[in-house]
Each structure stands twice: as structure tokens, then as C-alpha cells.
């Protein structure tokens, strides 16, 4: 523990995100926001340019805005950097936010390349994968949580940090100093299957497949009956369209597998996407649409058995 106060969080101002791909370039543009000296790791030579095409067109936006002055924007774009490996970054960042795909093995070893910088906190931003199973074969698992931010990460508020079996009080309470600098406001959760948001987010989506299989009601009513009458911002159907209906697919069956068959995904969830209607990405989901903005209802004739 002497160690941990010598080198807290908080020591070094540098945050490292692996990964530059959606998630990644919100979390860096975030964070540079906030003050960090950003190193974003991206493997990918064209995925690499365009986050930094991208990066620019949102720091453009906020100038336009009124949001940011040029000279802060200018200031803010050169607290971030770019590079192809984890290997030729100096050691002992404050963070290290890890970002890449859904798949266990890939994290896992990027994991343990970001945990050899000896970061004083190592995060994964995975919205399925347990932290437990993340955490297998990292030296120092008590520095190690999830770290999930949402998408688009500049708007959402909502920081869910997840305790894995093994991470220390210390990591969770530099977490959430962390959030507080990002300007997000975070929940902390255990480390079961679906975490809080996932678990809660698909049980509402996969009932509200089902009632579109029953004909209680046409998409659009029932989503308008949540936006309405709960208040929620965006209805169960227009959000699984816009987290892709291939993606909650994934996770319903993670979920059914850890808590059986109230998770079982609907036999047309099965078929939509099978047919390649996976929401807004494909132009077809339970809505049609057209560059990225709903435009009308979608056709499920033959679908809905
Ligand atoms: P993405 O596919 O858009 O980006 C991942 C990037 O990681 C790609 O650019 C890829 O080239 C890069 N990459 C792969 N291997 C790498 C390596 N070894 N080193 C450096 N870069 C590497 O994925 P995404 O949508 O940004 O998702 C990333 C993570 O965030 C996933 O775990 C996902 O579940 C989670 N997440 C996604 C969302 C979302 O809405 N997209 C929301 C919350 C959490």
C-alpha cells in the first residue's frame, strides 16, 4: 500500500486509450478535453487517420459553437497524440483505458501489454465481458476495473465503473476521481453479467421485441408510450436500432447463458438479423433509416411470426 501512495493516481496527468475506433476517440477527445496529455493507440493505420480526421472535425464543432475558443481548442488538440503500439509509450501513466473489440483474448492481451507501463489505473470499457475473466493473468489485478462510458462518450453523462473480484477500494475511489474529472457522473457496480445498464437496457428491449411479435402495438407507439408515459429520452425500440440489433443479440445470449431463459433472445430479434437488419447501421431496424436519422417506420412483414 506505501507503494500505491507514492504513485496514486493523480501523480501524472497522462491517459493512454487503446484503441481509437468509436469508443476510443470519444474517451481521448474527452479526456484532452479535461486536461490529460492523451496517447491514443490505434494498430490500424487508416482507423489511426480517420479518429484524428474525426477528432478534428469535433474539435472544430465545439469552435463553431462557441463552445471552445480556437486558441483552447488548438491548445486542447495538442495534448494528444497518436501512436501504433503500446511498446514505445514511457512508463507509469495516471490511466491506461482500454477500448478494443468484444473479444476476451484480444483484451486480455492488450491488457497485459498496457498493465507492463505500470499504469497506476488500468480500466477495460467492455460492456459485457467480466472483469474476473478480463483480469486472468494480470500481475496486479487490484488495479484493474471496467471502466464503461456510453456512446457517444462527449454527451453521455454516465460513468458505470465495475469492481472485479479483485480490484482494490483504492482503484474504485481513483475511478471515480477520474469520472469526476471527465465531467461524468458514474455508478459503481459489481462485476455480474450485464453489469447494471446491459442487464436492465436488454431486458426492457427484448420484452419490447416480443410485444411487437404479440401485435400489442406498432414500433413507433410503443416507444412513444415509454417516452411519454415514463419519460424515458428515446423508446426500447429506437435504442436497440441504435445500438444494432447484432450487438443486443450478443449480449441476450451472454445473458440467457448466466440467467436463463427470461433472456432468451425472440425468435424476431433471430430473424432481423439474420435478414442483416441491424438498426440504423444497416438503414433497417425496427425503423427505416436514412443518413443516420429515423425516417419512418420499417417493413416487418414476414418477419413478426
Ligand atoms: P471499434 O471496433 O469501433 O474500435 C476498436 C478499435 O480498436 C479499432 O479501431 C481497432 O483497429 C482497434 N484495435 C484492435 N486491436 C488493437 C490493439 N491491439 N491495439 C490498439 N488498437 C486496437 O469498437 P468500439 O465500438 O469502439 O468498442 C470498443 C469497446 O467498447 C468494446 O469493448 C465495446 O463493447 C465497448 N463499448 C462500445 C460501445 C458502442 O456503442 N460502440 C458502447 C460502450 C462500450
Not at 428515446?234 to 433472456?263: H, K, N, S, W
Request: hydrophobic content about 45%.
Amino acid at each position: 500500500m506505501t507503494e500505491w501512495s507514492e504513485r496514486g493516481a493523480g501523480t501524472s496527468d497522462r491517459c493512454v486509450v487503446v484503441g481509437a475506433g468509436t469508443m476510443g476517440l470519444g474517451i481521448a477527445y474527452v479526456a484532452a478535453g479535461a486536461g490529460h496529455t492523451v496517447e491514443l493507440v490505434e494498430v490500424d493505420r487508416d482507423r489511426g487517420a480517420a479518429a484524428v480526421a474525426r477528432l478534428g472535425e469535433l474539435w472544430d464543432r465545439a469552435v463553431g459553437r462557441g463552445r471552445l475558443t480556437a486558441d483552447e481548442a488548438a491548445a486542447t488538440r495538442a495534448r494528444l497524440t497518436v501512436h501504433a503500439g503500446l511498446a514505445a509509450l514511457a512508463p507509469e501513466p495516471a490511466v491506461v483505458v482500454e477500448a478494443v473489440p468484444e473479444r476476451p483474448e484480444l483484451k486480455r492481451a492488450v491488457l497485459r501489454d498496457a498493465e507492463a507501463l505500470r499504469p497506476a489505473l488500468l480500466g477495460s470499457n467492455t460492456s459485457s465481458i467480466s472483469i474476473g475473466e478480463l483480469a486472468e493473468g494480470l500481475a496486479r489485478p487490484e488495479r484493474f476495473l471496467g471502466l464503461h462510458f456510453f456512446n457517444p462518450v462527449w454527451a453521455m453523462p454516465l460513468l458505470e465503473i465495475v469492481v472485479g473480484p479483485a480490484t482494490a477500494p483504492e482503484t474504485t475511489a481513483a475511478a471515480v476521481t477520474l469520472a469526476g474529472r471527465l465531467g461524468k457522473d458514474p455508478v459503481v457496480v459489481r462485476d455480474l453479467p450485464g453489469f447494471a445498464t446491459s442487464r436492465l437496457g436488454v431486458a426492457l428491449g427484448l420484452e419490447a421485441i416480443r410485444m411487437v411479435a404479440d401485435g400489442v402495438a406498432d414500433p413507433a407507439d410503443i416507444d412513444k408510450a415509454m417516452v411519454l408515459g415514463y419519460r424515458h429520452p428515446v423508446g426500447p425500440l429506437e435504442l436497440t436500432d441504435l445500438v444494432g440489433l447484432d450487438v443486443r443479440l450478443d449480449i441476450a445470449r451472454t445473458l440467457r447463458a448466466a440467467y436463463g431463459d427470461r433472456f432468451a433472445p425472440p425468435p424476431l430479434l433471430e430473424a432481423m438479423v439474420a435478414a442483416g437488419r441491424l438498426g440504423r447501421k444497416s438503414g433497417q431496424g425496427f425503423y427505416h433509416w436514412v443518413d443516420g436519422k429515423r425516417a419512418g417506420a420499417a417493413d416487418l412483414t414476414g418477419l413478426a411470426s
